[in-house]
């Protein structure tokens, strides 16, 4: 399979698919029926085996608990990534009260995370459709989305998963980790990914970057934003702070939750610093 037509019909369905649009019947105000969710998406390949995914499982990178590609897949030979930037509707929103996410995230961030699902096995099918194996990890039974290792909940690495979307995004050349410890991508960092480990042979592309934050200017936007206190210049994010912040959330608007506030009125919202 090429990439230029596996992109071209992952596309296809972003901009099409029901999904990507908010229904009538779950609209948190009725002028956000139909409301656009994602943009048109990034790709990013890296080599399955590529020694950058065996330096997440060193402690205080991620851990021995992190899976790597083949771990997950003996016979992988590709990682594919995807970002997915959040419409400017959706940024803009978010932006008028940075105390507290609006509804116009909320639904971004669950309504656009059953849409990422639905991408994903597309995305699964179309591959298989030509004969390659795929593993989607997010969506595979051995997925943890906290550390197994530590039950500690006031401790950082409690919330590492053994897959990362963001340190999986890292290696495929879609971006750098910014302060908050989002990524910052050429679309910017206000999005969602999703990744996928494959058989099929695609060529990884360029890591025009050497550094982990090399787009992070460093200009402590994200950290004065924070509602939850939860980001420094010292030591950047504090996971259980932010996680008490989103529980806060889940109590007001459950099922949905969510905050996004280093995500917006940033410089790196929509594109790296600096970039032309």
Known sequence: MEKIYFENTIREFVN????????????????????????????????????????YKKPGIIGA??????????????????????????????QADMSWPASEWLHGRIEGQQFQGNISLYATELLKKDGFAVLVPASD????????????KSRQDYYTSNWSERHAAYVCGLGTFSLSKGLITAKGIAGRFISLITSAPFEPGARPYTKFDEYCIRCGACASNCPAGAISMEKGK???????????????????????????????????PGAR
């Not at 009538?24 to 995914?53: Q, S, V």
């Not at 899976?67 to 400017?88: C, D, H, K, N, R």
């Not at 259980?240 to 949905?256: G, N, V, W």
């Not at 939750?257 to 790296?272: A, D, L, R, T």
């Open 238 to 272: 504090n996971h259980p702070l932010c996680s008490a912040f989103i529980d806060r959330t889940m109590e007001k608007h459950k099922p949905r939750y969510g905050c996004g506030k280093c995500q917006v009125n940033v410089p790196c919202e929509s594109g790296i």
């Open 16 to 55: 099409s698919a029901p999904g990507n649009f908010v229904a009538r019947e779950i609209a948190l105000r009725p002028e956000l029926a139909g409301m656009r969710i994602f943009e048109e998406p990034l790709f990013g390949y890296a080599a399955a085996d590529d020694p950058l995914f065996s330096e």
């Open 65 to 94: 608990h992190f899976l790597l590609p083949l771990e997950w897949l003996p016979e992988a030979q590709t990682v594919l990534s995807i970002f997915f930037p959040f419409t400017q509707q959706i940024k803009k929103a978010n």
């Open 141 to 152: 039974s051995r997925f943890s989305s906290k550390n197994p290792l530590v039950q500690d």
